[in-house]
């Protein structure tokens, strides 16, 4: 399977749904995060999941693991040039990317066709390297506490003179919306889900993230 094949699964979608999310996931590719993301707005909306792994769920030992799988399998530029055909072919109303996802939520958003629609983008790795890329919808961009590539406090300055353009910074480490990742924390997860639903502005959404 060529690796810009897209997999578009629709989760949890039903007809009668009107809003459809765009969910581009980190270098981890579907997991329980996934799930757990498409579980709380599936009744909702109709989620399409863009991940480097054509579907394939890993269970990776460690982030460097899942960072050699990501370059190996797939890479930056090829990630983004996978989201940016589903975005084309899907037209979400929103789009919500994490990390290596989060790169190409931001590079989409300054996109023409991105005009009306909704950008979400936590913790973008790379958000250095495409200042350039001015975004023309919506969004909002939610840093961690601390990024190894970058200093967050000099990208944020900047990104801060762009009108269309919303920021948040959490106190947590670079991935605490994953449970595959080191720096997964409960309570940055309800948080960082709390932005989803602002930022989209559905009411109807309602999450829980109570343990069985």
Known sequence: MNKLQMSLDPLAGESCQS?????ITDIFGVGE???QLTASMGSQATVHIIDPYSGLRNHFASEQTAYSAFIERCGHEDYYALAKAAFEQLEPDVVIGFSAGGNACWRLAA?????GKVFCCFYPT???QYLTAEPVA???VVFPEYEP??????????ISQLHCVEQQHMPYKHGFM????SAYDETGLQLGMGTILNIM????????????
């Open 19 to 23: 809003v459809s999310v765009m969910l």
């Open 33 to 35: 995060a996934t799930e």
């Open 111 to 115: 996109d023409p066709k991105a005009q």
């Open 126 to 128: 790379r958000i250095h």
């Open 138 to 140: 919506k969004t909002q």
């Open 149 to 158: 590539g970058f200093d967050v406090t000099e990208v944020s300055d900047i």
């Open 178 to 181: 994953n449970q595959a990742s």
């Open 201 to 212: 502005d559905l009411s109807v959404f309602k999450v829980s993230f109570q343990n069985d």
